[in-house]
């Protein structure tokens, strides 16, 4: 253990001992869940910034659009736009 967790440790314990926690917003409930959950640990942090700064895209609204391109590729008869459609799935 280096010194600052040693700090950091004894800080939140003498917290606990002096009852400091027990009237925080939403004790005793449980935590919400990681929007990140999904991702694996080594991305995690990139996502985060990358959310923060309004970069990631909603994936829902994204399932949604890769659906939409999906059902216009099946149907599309001109190859040419057949071909920017999967440039903009590939994209996506």
Do not use: W
């Not at 040693?6 to 009237?23: C, H, L, S, T």
């Not at 659009?65 to 059902?71: C, F, K, R």
Request: proline share 4%.
């Amino acid at each position: 253990m280096d010194f600052a967790q040693i700090v950091a440790e004894d800080k939140i314990k003498r917290a606990i001992q002096e009852r400091e926690f027990q009237n925080l917003p939403g004790m005793g409930k449980p935590l919400p869940k990681d929007d990140a959950a999904h991702l694996p640990e080594s991305l995690r942090m990139g996502y985060r910034i990358l959310k923060n700064a309004g970069m990631a895209e909603d994936e829902g609204a994204l399932k949604k659009e890769l659906m939409t391109i999906n059902q216009l590729i099946a149907k599309c008869y001109d190859e040419e736009e057949r071909k920017q459609l999967i440039r903009t799935k590939t994209e996506k």
